[in-house]
């Protein structure tokens, strides 16, 4: 099964080392945020189920590179994919089409001539599939870049891996949970390690890398889109797994300067069920000193005024020359003011804006 499965823009190699781990398959980078691999149909229910770094994984039906494509292009390409198979009797569908380039026709009408191929092919094959574009039983996502058309159905559904039901209390600068566990797996934090966020707003990063090291899945109770799809009708039911308790050696902080702030990262915490694995403070993180291992932080972006922002990441420098971390992870729009010697940088994009994860080995 050719699988597609997307991620944050500029980790997608970070998606590729987890999809090995998880699946022990080779994947490729397909396009900026996706990657690409072959795989048997027992890595989609373990993906969905497992997979920190990813957000959707798509069972691609067509992938084709058509010149001067047109939407009867986009219409035969469906009526001949095999979209029957993915739909069983009585299942409602719904076509998201996206469209990147110069095209003389819409996404909404790319929409509209996928769904009708999926429900000509279904009626062929003695279906009777409803269009329900609110709630559907069945989503197939259809992508129209410049002369590529891709077709998949979802397997993960409308709501995307990156939503962790942890998040209880959203902080106004949220840090999404896929590039906070990103950062932790590129710190290289593992069991006897001890890790700490000094600026930790609502504890993405501390509560990534917790559920990480007791192997706890992401999102427990959740449900998916595959469970519903007729080719993964036997996949086994999940397997809850993980610890209660950190390995010997391990320990992961928080800490946090804003009380406010301090009390939405408990509550997360809390939601997660790692009260007695996480632990989170209020302390200034220009002030107090750096006892771990691996310090992984998303540090604030804008200030009251710049001047702040010079001293706080002057002064969190500081506080890491001092101390005995052997690496550090910082995602920022000001790398430059961290007065640090830099091994690495990652650039990612979160939405708009084009950020910098900055890798320190000491
Ligand atoms: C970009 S936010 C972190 C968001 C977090 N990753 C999340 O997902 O919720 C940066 C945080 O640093 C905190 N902060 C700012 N100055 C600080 C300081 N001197 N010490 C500790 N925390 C500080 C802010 O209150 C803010 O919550």
Known sequence: ???????????????????????????????????????????VPRLNRRARSLHRVLAVLRDRTVPDVGLDDTYDLTRSAGVEEWVAPEQSIAVRPT??????????????????????????????????????????????????????????????????????????????????????????????????????????????????????????????????????????????GGRDRLPPGTAVEGREVDADRVADARANVAAADLEDVVSVRRADATRAAIGADRVVTNLPFGHRTDGDLVGLYRDLSRRIDESDASTVVALTVRPELLDLSVDRTVDVRIGRLEATVVVVER
């Open 1 to 43: 099964m050719r699988l597609l499965a997307t991620t944050n823009p500029g980790l997608e190699f970070v998606a590729r080392d987890e999809v090995r781990d998880l699946v022990g398959v080779d994947a490729e980078r397909r396009y900026r945020g996706a990657i690409a691999f072959d795989a048997d149909a027992s890595a």
């Open 99 to 240: 469209r990147h380039g110069e095209h003389a026709f819409t996404s909404p009408e790319v929409g509209e001539r996928v769904g009708q191929a999926v429900v000509d092919a279904c009626r062929a094959a003695g279906e009777r599939p409803t269009v329900d574009l609110d709630d559907p039983d069945v989503v197939f996502r259809a992508f129209v870049r410049d002369e590529d058309v891709l077709l998949a159905v979802d397997t993960t559904g409308e709501r995307s891996l990156h939503r962790r039901p942890y998040r209880v209390r959203e902080h106004d600068a949220p840090l999404r949970p896929t590039i906070a566990w990103s950062m932790v797996a590129l710190a290289g934090f593992e069991a006897g390690d001890t890790l700490l966020d000094p600026t930790c707003g609502s504890a993405t990063v501390p509560t990534e890398a917790a559920l990480d090291v007791l192997d706890r899945p992401p999102s427990p109770g959740r449900s998916y889109d595959f469970e519903r799809l007729p080719p993964f009708a036997d996949v086994t039911p999940p397997d809850p």
